[in-house]
């Protein structure tokens, strides 16, 4: 089968150059594109599974967290066959330590609080919760993962492809989205990556906040501080399409508006074509 990475930097260009082209005829609701190169990584650009490593600011202290983000596969699926897709279950690996931690401050990670978005540019597509998640220590005998600017808090978190509330959310949003259908003329479904895409959903939201308790040297009990972050990840914008007529793939690319391009079409392998047309 032919290797889809080939199309990854046509997919890209021609996404970008569809940018500016609303999906249809006159006015209609937009949301315009809120990840950016700083907190964003883009699973369309060839090899680019990690954000670089930032500090964030932890309110009335003089330390600050650094952090850092990569995006994996779940077990089973290499990294080279990996697509961060809509539907799909993938991983968000997380790392976290204090930076300039004065001396005689101790300070744990009570807890981690993940909630995923999908974005798109229609509103009612915007913002439907993919999947919610926490991390704490389950155990009465400790107050939390210690962190410092020696010890590290590491972790993976599996984001869920399609759950029942996902796809419930899915289903309102095809309700009310403006395109004239009834709610009787909308069935409650398992959607696919391309149902979305055209919908303009170009990427997942993965907001966080870390809940630290923090104990001074003279401080009796720990006291507790929020501190947020946000880190967007580009949805993968190619999808393939079996031709049982031609015996062929077919290649689009969606831009961030939910447009439709063809980008090429190659040859199905035989044993390939079999299966497919089963």
Same mark, same amino acid.
């Given at each position: 089968m032919k290797n889809i990475k080939f199309y990854k930097n046509i997919c890209c260009g021609l996404a970008l150059a569809a940018s500016l082209v609303l999906t249809s005829c006159g006015e209609s609701e937009y949301v315009s594109v809120t990840a950016n190169t700083t907190n964003t990584i883009d699973t369309n650009r060839e090899g680019e599974t990690t954000l670089p490593s930032k500090l964030l600011k932890v309110k009335n202290e003089d330390f600050k967290l650094e952090v850092s983000y990569s995006?994996?596969?779940?077990? &089973?699926v290499s990294i080279e066959d990996f697509k961060w897709r809509v539907t799909n279950d993938?991983?968000? #690996?997380?790392?976290v330590f204090t930076k300039g931690l004065p001396d005689g401050y101790r300070v744990w990670i009570d807890n981690v609080h993940i909630d995923t978005f999908i974005?798109?540019? #229609?509103?009612?597509?915007?913002?439907?919760?993919?999947?919610? %998640?926490?991390?704490?220590?389950?155990?009465?005998?400790? %107050?939390?993962?210690?962190?410092? @600017?020696?010890?590290?808090?590491?972790?993976?978190?599996l984001i869920s492809g399609q759950d029942k509330d996902f796809i419930e959310g899915t289903f309102r949003a095809y309700s009310y989205d403006g395109t &004239?259908?009834?709610? &009787?003329?909308?069935?409650?479904?398992?959607?696919?990556?391309?149902?979305?895409?055209?919908k303009g959903v170009y990427s997942n939201k993965i907001s966080l906040i870390y809940g630290l308790l923090i104990q001074g040297p003279n401080d009796p009990e720990p006291y507790g501080v929020d501190v947020p972050d946000e880190v967007h990840v580009?949805?993968? #914008?190619?999808?393939?399409?079996?031709? #049982?007529?031609? @015996?062929?793939?077919n290649v689009y690319t969606f831009d961030s508006n939910g447009n439709e391009v063809y980008v090429d079409s190659y040859p199905v392998e035989k044993e390939k074509s079999l299966s497919l047309s089963q």
């Open positions: 995006i994996a596969p779940p077990e &089973g993938k991983n968000l #690996n997380i790392e974005e798109a540019t #229609n509103p009612y597509f915007n913002g439907i919760l993919q999947d919610s %998640m926490d991390d704490r220590v389950h155990s009465a005998l400790l %107050m939390g993962f210690p962190i410092s @600017d020696s010890t590290r808090y590491s972790s993976v978190n &004239g259908r009834s709610d &009787g003329e909308v069935i409650q479904r398992r959607y696919v990556d391309s149902d979305y895409l055209k580009y949805v993968y #914008n190619c999808i393939e399409r079996y031709d #049982n007529v031609k @015996d062929v793939i």
